[in-house]
Nanobody
Framework: QVQLVESGGGLVQPGGSLRLSCAAS????????MSWYRQAPGKERELVAT????????DYADSVKGRFTISRDNAKPTVYLQMNSLKPEDTAVYYC??????????WGQGTQVTVSS
């Protein structure tokens, strides 16, 4: 079993930055792809960014390309989402997601990000 715990959310003004963290515990050493999703009120959950185990491949939603950066530290193990130039439309609950080597999927509880002046 794997547990994912997000942190780093909060209230920020437009144009500001936040760094989200997702710490994995339990049988976390065999996690492969890790991702960040978000869900805004009244909208479906959407994929924001994905990173492979070695970090060699990263993919981003078009809406965040050039502003967000996903990274990971397998020694901890933790995945990060650096969010710059935040916009009001980035307001959402952000969720961490991971798959292990058996293709079991895990979700974190979510962290709220609010971009508002």
């Amino acid at each position: 079993q794997v547990q994912l715990v997000e942190s780093g959310g909060g209230l920020v003004q437009p144009g500001g930055s936040l760094r989200l963290s997702c710490a994995a515990s339990g049988f976390a050493s065999n996690l492969n792809t890790m991702s960040w999703y978000r869900q805004a009120p009244g909208k479906e959950r959407e994929l924001v960014a994905t990173i492979t185990r070695a970090g060699g491949s990263r993919d981003y939603a078009d809406s965040v390309k050039g502003r967000f950066t996903i990274s990971r530290d397998n020694a901890k193990p933790t995945v990060y989402l650096q969010m710059n130039s935040l916009k009001p439309e980035d307001t959402a609950v952000y969720y961490c997601y991971a798959k292990d080597s058996r293709q079991f999927a895990y979700w974190g509880q979510g962290t709220q990000v609010t971009v508002s002046s």
